[in-house]
């Protein structure tokens, strides 16, 4: 069985796959917000995985989505 590399509400939220709208809304709706949920969940991926390309990556691509929406 493989892990989980979210853990529900802790270090993040889990999306099903290719759920962009769903995830744009998240983020659109944290980056709107004062409340910080997962203040230390970046960290953590990146301590975890080791990957910081790829989650900076990812940052970077759905950041490029929101501001093509507004």
Request: net charge positive; aromatic share 14%; glycine share 2%.
């Amino acid at each position: 069985m493989q892990q989980s590399r979210v853990k529900e509400g802790i270090s993040g939220k889990h999306f099903k796959f290719k759920e962009t709208e769903e995830i744009l809304y998240a983020i659109e709706n944290l980056k709107n917000s004062n409340i910080k949920p997962y203040p230390e969940c970046a960290s953590w991926a990146k301590e975890k995985f080791q990957q910081e390309k790829v989650w900076d990556n990812y940052l970077k691509f759905y950041l490029s989505l929101i501001n093509k929406r507004q």
